[in-house]
């Protein structure tokens, strides 16, 4: 398939019928979800940063997680890598000049986009969302979703797993299963409504549906969310994380070794 000719709002969903017995439980399951969880719980924005090389054509890789709460967090980590690259990765002092004259640049301007070596980077916004069921309880993990083989419950497992959009490339012409697809059908029309939000927001929100028209679906993420206290809604209490045991073992880890000593109940080793 090819992008020649297409913008992104004309770009024609694929979509392929699910025939192998684990990508048709996947379906079976995501379809199921959508009929019991037929509300969204829309958190807000999370940042990061995607590139687009020549050769990419209307692909784009992830290269700075999109987990960061504000624009600038993705900035700085683009800022970050791009020097390191320069440090470590260039092969020429005109390539380490390029790379630094970005890394300088980031730091006296409000950057959104740059183009380094051919490379064209990009701070891009995503939306994290939930669905809700009747009650107003968020969705737990699916039976397909995937779990390790063996759950490691050890202490630091976490941070020798996978990462958050490692290696991810974001491709508009990628074939879909009927509830990807209806999914970003759907999600092409989200903008922000109701009293809790400015009024500049909103209008943000829904100027963007005309200059953004169509969506990507980043892969699901896990965390942990909790309910207390008299408005009884739920909040965050994890960052996101790969696995849905990743979020378990953060669960375990915050009411077993954290929760205790942060109360004083436990003196920290």
């Not at 829309?42 to 700075?64: I, K, T, Y």
């Not at 941070?159 to 009927?178: C, K, M, Y």
């Not at 028209?213 to 207390?228: G, H, I, K």
Request: hydrophobic residues 40%; glycine residues 8%.
């Amino acid at each position: 398939m090819t992008g020649e000719g297409v913008g992104p709002g004309e770009w024609p969903i694929v979509v392929r019928v699910p025939v192998e017995p684990v990508e048709a439980a996947i379906e079976a399951d995501a379809v199921q979800a959508a009929l019991s969880h037929r509300a969204l719980a829309v958190r807000g924005p999370l940042f990061g940063v995607a590139a687009q090389a020549e050769e990419d054509d209307w692909r784009w890789r992830v290269v700075v997680e999109v987990t960061h709460g504000c624009p600038q967090q993705a900035r700085d980590s683009l800022n970050s890598l791009l020097w390191f690259r320069a440090k470590d990765e260039a092969e020429s002092p005109e390539e380490r000049r390029a790379l630094l004259a970005a890394v300088a640049r980031l730091e006296r301007e409000r950057v959104d986009e740059l183009t380094v070596l051919g490379t064209r980077y990009r701070v891009v916004r995503a939306e994290e969302y939930a669905g809700l069921d009747a009650r107003g309880d968020v969705e737990m993990p699916r039976p397909t979703d995937p779990e390790p083989l063996t759950p490691d419950w050890s202490r630091g497992a976490g941070a020798q797993g996978p990462r958050i959009d490692a290696g991810l490339v974001l491709d508009p012409g990628a074939p879909l299963s009927p509830s990807q697809a209806a999914e970003r059908l759907t999600m092409r029309s989200l903008v922000y409504s109701g009293s809790r939000f400015p009024a500049p927001v909103l209008a943000d929100s829904a100027h963007a549906v005309e200059t953004h028209p169509d969506v990507l679906l980043m892969p699901t993420a896990f965390l942990v969310v909790e309910r207390s206290g008299v408005d009884d809604t739920w909040t965050p209490a994890s960052g996101l994380l790969v696995t849905a045991h990743d979020a378990r073992r953060t669960l375990d880890f915050s009411l077993v070794w954290w929760g205790p000593r942060h109360r004083g109940l436990i003196p920290f080793d």
